[in-house]
Each structure stands twice: as C-alpha cells, then as structure tokens.
C-alpha cells in the first residue's frame, strides 16, 4: 500500500513541478539565460534621428529605464513553511482574507498524517500587534486521507462565508472508489472548517461532499464559488461520466458541479453534475475557479481540448466557456466554448477568468504564445454568441516570467496584477502589472522572485489589502530545508 501510494505521490509532484500533468499538456517551457527584468520600452536606432536628438533621446531612454528599477516593488517574506509532522508544505493555492485581517489558505503536503505523501493542511496567518513583528501561523486542520474518510491533498484555497467558515476541496480522500495505480485513493472532498465558539479553541471540520465514484467527479481542483441562495460550485479535472481517452491514469474528461445545502439541520449536501466534459471541441479537465455574471452564468476554463492537432498536439490548447442556468427549474444548464485556443494566441489555460467592468473576461495562459511561455488574454463579447479574444502580453520566460499558473486581479485604476510561476531574472518566477495606456496595454515586471532563502513558483491569485499591498503564496523555496531542494513554499506581501 505505501508503495504504490509513493508512486502516486511521486506522480503528482512530478506533475505539479513541470506545472503540468504529463498527459495533459506537451508544453516545453524554455531555459534561456537570465537577463535583468525591465519594463518594455521602444527600441531606438542612430538612422532614424540626428545624432544630438538621438543621444538626447538616449538619454532620456536611461532616466526612464532607471526609473523604472526603482519602482520596482519590494517583497517580503511572510511566513516560511516548516513541513514535517508540525507544519504544512507546498501551499496549493493562493490566501484569502477575514474580516480582522487574518489570511487564510492551503497546503496540499505536510502534517504527517499519512506518510509518505502526507495529506495537506488548512492553515491561518495572523498579522503582528506591533508592525514589523513576524506573522504567526497556525495550523487549523491536519487532513487525514481516505483510510479515516477525510479529505487528501488540497488542490486550490479556501473561501470565506459571511460567518467566517472556510470551504474549500481535496483532490483525493474521502469515501469515493477512485482507484489509482492499483490503489483506492478516493475521488476527493468539499470541506468546511467552522471556527470555535471560544477563543482559542479548535476548529471543526466537515466533509460536506464525498465524490462516491468517478462519474460524479474526480479530482476537484480550484476554488468554489458561492451564489446568492448559498449553492456551491466547483469543477472537478477528472470524471463525469463523459470523454474517454483524456487520461490513462483518470476516467473522464472533468466536469462542474454544484452542490446544494440541506434544507434542514444534520442533512446532507446534495450534488448534481452540471456538465460533464466530453472531449475534443468541447474541452476537457476544467480549472476549477469558476465566477458568475449578473444573469448567473458560470464562466471557466479548460486546459486541454477544444482545437486538437496542430500546434496544440492531440491534447488540445483548452477553451474558455459558459455555463448557462436553466430558465425552468430542474432543467439542464447550457454550456458553450466561448473560445478555443490555438497556440499563438495562447495555450492550456491554469487559471479562471475574471470579469471587467464591461463583461470582459480577462486570465492567463500557462503555454503558447510566441515563445510557448504564456500569454495574458482578453475576451470581448459581441453579437450572436460571438467572442473576440485579444492578446495582451506574450511573455519570453527569462526577461519577464513564463508559465503563470494564476488569475489575475484588478486594482481601482483598472491595471491587472498577476503571476507567473517560472523564469524571471533568477528563474523563480514574477509578480508583473499590465497597465491600460490608451488601446494598448504596458507590461512591467514587478518582482522576480530568488529562491531559498526568498520563495520560488508563485501560484494562486494575488489579493489586495486595504492599503494597496498584495499578497500571495510560492509553492517552493523559503527559508526551510526540511522539505528537500525544492523547499516547503512561502506567504508573501509585495509594495512598490
């Protein structure tokens, strides 16, 4: 048994530290020489101006790109995991905030409860009384894997309800029959961790939603999203009952579903699969993260299907699509692809999307683009169903960042902030900014992260606090090196 769930777990971090499942994407993420990051700026040749215009122009070509160095952001470590039995390791998506100013997330490793893999943790930060004091973190939930019918291995972070608990998934565990490599590891889990009535006290978690078989779902990543009446929904990369040859590890091709309270106390939560993706030109393995418009229809990604063949190989560059509620209760909800990538514009999308101001959606692409590093893409809708999508920024890997695994997020001035998980000056990844000047948009590369004793592999989406700091999480590096070379990953706060 320990074997042959070390072979799972060796599977599933090989996957994540490529970025990508092996039979999902055939993605090359290049390693080129690291050069300094810096913001785009025109090139300038001598035959184009007098020589005194040039050099003036020169001139002013270095005060802005030294400008631009010392507007660089500053980052600052907020926390470093420990792993081990104590602490977990690899946070598995980004952090939310409570109300008095607490952050909240996930690791998909450490706790020690089911070794080798160990099963993940749930886990608060909360800020110093005084400023410039360390953060203090506590472990709220240690998951114990299916053999205890908890959940295993987080895979996304954790949202907050407006009473302060936290919902949030595990990719395996639970009661389901999920078998991998000859091993029962259960088809995952919706939790919800409920604070203690008493300073102090434990927090209590839930299992609201075992997956029971692979045509319900499997492997539910990304995070959930309320609506208005307090249904829950998700997406699981894995299962609903349609698509065969997405995986030959995994049955299905990914599907949404939603999952409805009791109607009294004690009961049960009940799930009905909203669409189960089938393959091809309709998509497969969806990212999870989904969000709503004003007329309630879910918005998503998928990393594989769509266009296969070509540049996108036979797994598919992935689709961006809807999901359309009903108009008669019970009835099926509609999907549509609202678009399908190619390559070139893009290719196999890790994150979801957001909304604009103007029904825009806006995310990132984990590959294609110029250099199969990644792409930062806009969706603009127009008449009869039509949607145009518009490139943003292709990003080189080594000059700017490469293979952004996040969503982005907009501050009040409308510019986009997100991350990319490598490359970078020192190949660690980014935090990068996109500024609308006009019909265009301006790429700066805000930070690039180190290394140990720094973090490394940013993933998750970043949030802002109530002064314009942002904060997020690494999966690897920091200042611990009980979690082998790769390190146990980061909580961190960047400013300008």
């Known amino acids: ?120 943790t749930v886990f608060q930060l909360a800020p110093p009384a005084k ?9 709220l939930h240690v998951f114990k894997g299916n053999a205890s019918g908890d959940g295993n291995t987080p895979v996304g972070s954790v949202i907050l309800d407006s009473s302060g608990n936290l919902y949030g998934t595990t990719g395996y565990g639970g009661t389901g029959d999920c078998v991998l490599l000859g091993e029962k590891v259960g088809c995952g889990t919706v939790y919800e961790l409920s604070p203690p009535t008493q300073k102090g006290g434990a927090w209590t978690e839930t299992i609201l939603y075992s997956f029971p078989t ?24 894995f299962g609903g009952g349609y698509g065969t040859t997405c995986n030959a590890f995994y049955q299905y091709c990914g599907a949404v579903f939603e999952l409805s309270p009791p109607r009294k106390k004690g009961g049960k939560w009940t799930e009905r699969v909203l669409h189960g993706f089938k393959g091809g030109t309709d998509g497969t393995n969806p990212n999870g993260s989904l969000i709503f418009n004003k007329k309630g229809a879910l918005y998503g990604t998928a990393s594989g299907g769509g266009i296969e063949g070509g540049e996108c190989g036979s797994v598919g560059c992935g689709t961006v699509f809807a999901l359309r509620p009903p108009i008669s209760l019970g009835a099926a909800w509609k999907e549509d692809a609202l678009y399908r990538f190619h390559g ?92 609308p000047t006009g019909k265009s948009w301006t790429f700066a590369s805000l930070y690039s992260f180190t290394g140990r004793p720094d973090g490394s592999y940013p993933i998750g989406g970043l949030i802002f606090d109530g002064s314009g700091d942002l904060y997020g999480v690494t999966q690897y590096s920091g200042s611990v090196q009980t979690c082998g070379s790769n390190g146990c990953g980061t909580v961190f706060t960047a400013k300008p």
Request: charged share 15%.
């Open 1 to 120: 048994m320990q074997a042959g769930f070390q072979k799972i777990v060796s599977m599933w971090k090989s996957a994540k530290m490529r970025g990508i499942m092996t039979e999902l994407y055939s993605l090359a993420i290049p390693r080129r020489a690291r050069n300094p990051r810096q913001e785009i700026t025109p090139v300038m040749t001598l035959t184009s101006c007098r020589l005194t215009k040039c050099f003036l122009n020169f001139l002013l070509a270095v005060l802005s790109l030294t400008l631009i160095a010392s507007a660089e952001w500053n980052e600052k470590v907020l926390y470093s995991f420990q792993g081990g039995t104590a602490d977990g390791s690899s946070p598995a998506g980004g952090v939310v905030f409570d109300a008095a100013g607490n952050l909240y997330g996930a690791t998909d490793q450490g706790g020690g409860e089911c070794p080798p893999a160990q099963c993940g």
């Open 131 to 139: 400023s410039g004091d360390p953060w203090t973190e506590t472990v």
């Open 214 to 237: 692979a045509k319900q779902g499997y492997l539910p990543n990304g995070n959930l999203v309320f609506d208005k009446v307090g249904n829950l929904y998700g997406a699981t990369m």
């Open 344 to 435: 070139p514009d893009g290719g196999n999308p890790a994150a979801g999307v957001i909304l604009g101001t103007n029904g825009d959606l806006f995310s990132t692409t984990l590959g294609g683009g110029n250099s199969g590093s990644g792409t930062v893409f806009q969706l603009t809708p127009g008449s009869a169903g039509h949607w145009t999508e518009r490139v943003l920024y292709r990003f080189q890997y080594d000059k700017d960042g490469g293979a952004p695994r996040s969503s982005l997020v907009f501050d009040s001035e409308d510019n986009l902030y997100g991350t990319a998980s490598g490359g970078g000056a020192f190949g660690g990844g980014t935090i990068f900014r996109l500024r």
